[in-house]
């Protein structure tokens, strides 16, 4: 089944443990204009009970040519991706012609710059089901690419392609993002297309979680010093959603998604979203779907969206 890259309602570059796809058009029409109140509200609703806490994973994995160990083109990652939907029954996502991603239950399948490949698994009880997920993912992925003379590489960091060596693929939303990263930083390029990443996705009670810090390449220390690293109000007393909400608002914004394209607007912040005044789409005011994305884009050491 094709679904259009409209239809999926976005979560992010990783979404509520399972990627997705850019909001509907329906979505971004909003009945009354978003509050703060609204903003600290959505991270709330992420609260459980320790009895309906789940785990979930993400693994970036690079695809190579067996032969000439060049990394793989947008040609080869659209055929495996097919191939894997055809096989194994996974929906496809477009955008325009292009297949992007796959989704299966509250699994998706989803596409990095640089064409790493990245498994979001669903929300689950146990280590020993996230195991048994992850190595069905690997048995479909390479059932197809057995075929097609293709190896997967299961590394943290590329040491030897350069940027301009991997191809980007075909999604107009890394174009905005690879433009800007260049003017906050000089490793934000190596970042986005040489860089795979383990992940782990916790629910969280609303007795304040631990907030633990994670081993990070040094890629990450000049990335974008906007949206990286440690996050000092956190360990603070006082810390909450609101500090959270107050903190996100001021992060530089990538794009907007409207009309079926996503418009530039970075250098400008979600407060002035908030506030209809944002230079790219003048007077247009934020939903809830824009907010989910805002938050998909900062990148701390421990993230919180409605899990963390």
Not at 28 to 34: H, K, Y
Not at 85 to 113: C, V
Not at 284 to 303: A, K, S
Request: with cysteine.
């Amino acid at each position: 089944m094709h679904v259009d890259n409209a239809e999926v309602g976005q979560r992010g570059r990783r979404c509520a443990i399972v990627a997705a796809s850019p909001p509907t058009e329906a979505a971004v029409i909003a009945a009354e204009p978003l509050t703060k109140e609204d903003l600290i509200r959505y991270l709330a609703s992420g609260c459980k009970t320790k009895e309906n806490w789940r785990i979930g994973t993400e693994q970036e994995r690079f695809g190579f040519d067996l032969k000439t160990l060049h990394p793989m083109k947008y040609e080869h990652i659209a055929e495996l991706l097919n191939g894997i939907a055809d096989r194994f029954d996974w929906d496809k996502i477009m955008e325009g012609n292009n297949i992007i991603a796959l989704k299966q239950g509250k699994q998706s399948i989803t596409l990095e710059p640089g064409g790493q490949f990245e498994h979001s698994g669903a929300p689950l009880e146990t280590l020993h089901q996230v195991c048994a997920e992850v190595n069905s993912h690997l048995y479909q992925v390479k059932a197809v690419l057995k075929e097609m003379g293709i190896g997967l590489l299961d590394i943290g960091c590329q040491p030897k392609w350069e940027v301009k060596d991997i191809p980007m693929m075909p999604k107009e939303r890394f174009e905005i993002i690879r433009n800007y990263m260049p003017k906050v930083s000089s490793l934000g390029l190596d970042l986005m297309f040489r860089t795979c990443t383990a992940q782990v996705n916790l629910d969280f009670n609303c007795a304040w979680p631990y907030y633990d810090d994670l081993a990070l390449f040094q890629i990450w220390t000049d990335t974008d010093k906007d949206r990286t690293g440690m996050i000092p109000f956190v360990l603070d007393d006082t810390f909450g959603f609101e500090k959270y909400v107050e903190y996100a608002l001021d992060i530089p914004m990538y794009f907007v998604y409207r009309n079926k394209r996503h418009f530039d607007c970075t250098g400008m912040t979600f407060r002035d979203f908030m506030a209809g005044k944002l230079r790219c789409i003048p007077g247009e005011l934020p939903t809830m779907n824009d907010w989910e994305m805002h938050l998909g884009t900062i990148y701390p050491e421990v993230r919180l969206k409605r899990y963390l």
